[in-house]
Nanobody, 121 residues
Framework: QVKLVESGGGLVQAGGSLRLSCAASGDIFSVDAMGWYRQAPGKQRELVATISRGGRTNYADSVQGRFTVSGDFAKNLVYLQMDSLKPEDTAVYLC???????????????WGQGTLVTISS
């Protein structure tokens, strides 16, 4: 019904930058918010950044000032610009669409498979 595909992960040195992209496709009429979560080995999934249809953004304290989330709600695209990366940013980053609506369904949370980001010290 809804498919999310992330790209842009990889290995970079501390202090470097990466830009993640996520493209959503399928039966989508509207989305209330889009964003990124991450999960490091042995840890719970945590919110990284979200953006609402109205443009309101929300960031985890740990990435505030270093990461920037943006989105195109007309095309169901969401991006995460990550600067000043730190080894503790190493994780699988997952794209999320919140409250996905169509004529046939309502999905509270749609998830991508994730893209691995590894930061070396």
């Amino acid at each position: 019904q809804v498919k999310l595909v992330e790209s842009g992960g990889g290995l970079v040195q501390a202090g470097g930058s990466l830009r993640l992209s996520c493209a959503a496709s399928g039966d989508i009429f509207s989305v209330d918010a889009m964003g990124w979560y991450r999960q490091a080995p042995g840890k719970q999934r945590e919110l990284v950044a979200t953006i609402s249809r109205g443009g309101r953004t929300n960031y985890a304290d740990s990435v505030q000032g270093r990461f920037t989330v943006s989105g195109d709600f007309a095309k169901n695209l969401v991006y995460l610009q990550m600067d000043s990366l730190k080894p503790e940013d190493t994780a699988v980053y997952l794209c999320n669409l919140n409250r996905v609506k169509s004529a046939r369904h309502f999905i509270i949370d749609a998830w991508g498979q994730g893209t691995l980001v590894t930061i070396s010290s």
